[in-house]
């Protein structure tokens, strides 16, 4: 069997394989099982419970958050919710999901958002769970669900 020289180098001459980009590189999650509101219309954090600290390992490197949790409005309005990376509000003025009650009827609702962040960044970064109301309460994880909030680091 004969060895290959890739380029006509020995073996010892040939540099490692690369990584690769789009691996994930570290998962941190962070649950909360506790029913949160506000009536706020500015945006309020929902819980210290929902707040991840990741440190990207490569300022190349991409983060991806995404979030699951249940929502609610006791009134005729709108609820919003987003995600913050540390003071940035990454979903807007209006979050990244709005829930809207046209009649104050109870109304459950799965909310799912997520966001692919670009930091540039070596330094450990937060990233956590914010809404607000329009009118009355907006709730998040009612009635006493489980949500979670996880951050993917992927190589860039």
Not at 48 to 65: A, E, Q, R, Y
Request: net charge neutral; proline share 3%; glycine share 8%.
């Amino acid at each position: 069997m004969a060895i290959i020289k890739p380029n006509n180098n020995t073996l010892s001459a040939v540099t490692a394989l690369p990584f690769g980009t789009g691996k994930v590189l570290q998962v941190i999650t962070a649950t909360d099982n506790t029913t949160r509101n506000t009536t706020s219309s500015s945006f309020v954090t929902a819980s210290n419970t929902l707040s991840v600290d990741i440190t990207p390992s490569s300022t190349s490197n991409k983060i991806f958050i995404i979030v699951n949790a249940g929502g609610y409005i006791n009134a005729t309005g709108d609820a919003n919710y987003t995600i913050y990376k540390e003071s940035t509000n990454l979903g807007g003025s209006n979050g990244m999901t709005t829930m809207y009650n046209e009649t104050a009827a109870q109304i459950n609702v799965s909310i799912a958002m997520s966001y692919l962040d670009s930091p540039s960044s070596t330094s450990e970064l937060t990233y956590q769970v914010y809404f607000k109301t329009g009118a009355g309460t907006a709730y998040l994880n009612y009635p006493n669900g489980r949500a979670s909030i996880t951050a993917y680091e992927i190589a860039g």
